[in-house]
Every structure is written in structure tokens, then in C-alpha cells.
């Protein structure tokens, strides 16, 4: 009897890791067919370009943003993404602020794509972390 609740209970496990696999593979696959990105290694770095980046856009996105100097009361709009060790993209999600929050607003403060607007005249750096890993973005200079 004992034995039997044995095999009964280590079939059970396996049944539940089986369907727990099989879920985490659907994830992935549902990630990569509405976002187009592909699901890959750990994160490695956080990258940042200009303007919104729909899907199947990032993966043509190489170059990094350049932030111009803003006019009080102007905006840009920037986009996060991440990178694995072989530098394939992640999407991510990341938490964005500002080292001196009175110059300039982020909305919205957590996602891949933000508008960053100026609101006095002064200079900021930008904080973006995402799963443990930060970045501190270039200088935003207000006008």
C-alpha cells in the first residue's frame, strides 16, 4: 500500500513539472508572437534609443540615442531595451528617474517607452534598472 502511494505520488510530481514546463514554453512563445522579439539568455545590459521601437523594429535598432539639449517645456520620447551576453534583445520593462527630478518629468516611470519632458532649466542624468541591472543614461542639459 505504501508503495503504491509511493509511485502514485512520484507520478504526480511529474505530471505537475511536465505541465509546468509545458506552460513556461507557451509564455514564451506567446512573448515572442505578439512582441516579436525573440526570448533569450539572461539580461546582460540595458540599451536606450530614440523615438517609440514597435515590434520587429528592435532588432534593427543598433545605435544609441544621443540626447540633444532640451528646451524648457519640450520633450522626447526614448526606448529601453535590453540585451543578452551574445546581444540579442530582450524586451523589457524597465523603472526610469531622473538624479534631479525638478528638471525634468518621466511618464510614464516604468515600461520600455517613455516621454521625457523639461520642465526648468538644469541638467539630469537618467537611472534606468530593469532585474537587477542599472544603467546610468547620458546627461539630459534643459534650456
Request: net charge positive; with cysteine.
Amino acid at each position: 500500500m505504501n508503495e503504491m502511494k509511493g509511485r502514485i505520488g512520484t507520478m504526480m510530481v511529474a505530471l505537475v513539472t511536465i505541465a509546468l514546463l509545458g506552460g513556461c514554453a507557451d509564455i514564451a512563445q506567446k512573448v515572442r508572437q505578439e512582441t516579436g522579439i525573440p526570448v533569450t539568455g539572461p539580461l546582460a545590459k540595458i540599451m536606450v534609443f530614440n523615438g517609440e521601437l514597435l515590434p520587429g523594429q528592435v532588432g534593427k535598432a543598433r545605435g544609441e540615442a544621443m540626447l540633444p539639449t532640451i528646451n524648457v517645456g519640450g520633450s522626447i520620447v526614448l526606448t529601453a531595451m535590453g540585451r543578452d551576453q551574445k546581444d540579442n534583445d530582450i524586451g523589457i520593462g524597465p523603472t526610469w528617474s531622473p538624479t534631479n527630478p525638478g528638471v525634468v518629468e518621466i511618464t510614464p516611470t516604468i515600461g520600455p517607452t517613455v516621454t521625457i519632458k523639461a520642465l526648468k532649466k538644469g541638467s539630469t542624468d537618467i537611472l534606468i534598472e530593469f532585474s537587477g541591472i542599472k544603467r546610468k543614461f547620458e546627461t539630459i542639459y534643459v534650456e
